[in-house]
Structure formats: structure tokens, C-alpha cells
């Protein structure tokens, strides 16, 4: 069963940092990219960054781009997000994801807010 687990969520202030791991389970790590997704309230899930564990090529939406930092570490089967200087706008409920095959699936999420 495939299964994804997120932490290292929180509040801390603009211009902090936090970092936030994804545990996976349930599949062959290293064959697939893993994702980090947030939502914010009101809005639509959205794509963050991602990283290919077959590979290791990322991809950064725009306004992370600098700021975060994607990584993965294949014998603890788990991706991390460095976020630094985060902003009040950087507030949502973050996700990770892997696509296999044909089902997409999803951690739990957990809550990072930045107060300004």
C-alpha cells in the first residue's frame, strides 16, 4: 500500500524557515518524482516543486524559485523541503505526491503558516 507522510509544519514569522520531510512507503523509491503541492484557503491545489528520484532533475514553480529547496534521501525513502524566507503568501496546507501508473496519491498534508 502506498502511503505518504508528511511533517514539519507549522507557524514561524516571515522571512523564517522550516523543513518539511515526506516518509514514503509502498513502492520502489528511486523508480518515481515525488511532489510537493500546497493549498491555500479559497484556492486551488497547486504544484510547488518536485523531484525525480531516477535521475534527480527538480522543477520549481516560480515563486519558490531561490527560496526553497528540494531533496531526497533514498535510504530513509524520504523527500524534504527547505523553505527559507517564507513569506505570509507561502501559507497553506502543503502536500506531497507520487503518480503510480495510473493512481495519484496523497499525504495527508500538513499546515505551515507565516505570520507577518
Known amino acids: 500500500e502506498v502511503q505518504l507522510v508528511e511533517s514539519g509544519g507549522g507557524l514561524v514569522q516571515a522571512g523564517g524557515s522550516l523543513r518539511l520531510s515526506c516518509a514514503a512507503s509502498g513502492f520502489t523509491f528511486d523508480d518515481y518524482a515525488i511532489g510537493w503541492f500546497r493549498q491555500a484557503p479559497g484556492k486551488e491545489r497547486e504544484g510547488v516543486s518536485y523531484i525525480s528520484n531516477s535521475d534527480g532533475s527538480t522543477y520549481y514553480e516560480d515563486s519558490v524559485k531561490g527560496r526553497f529547496t528540494i531533496s531526497s534521501d533514498s535510504a530513509k525513502k524520504t523527500v524534504y523541503l527547505q523553505m527559507n524566507s517564507l513569506k505570509p503568501e507561502d501559507t497553506a496546507v502543503y502536500y506531497c505526491?507520487?503518480?503510480?501508473?495510473?493512481?495519484?496519491?496523497w499525504g495527508q498534508g500538513t499546515q505551515v503558516t507565516v505570520s507577518s
Open positions: 505526491n507520487v503518480k503510480c501508473g495510473r493512481s495519484d496519491y
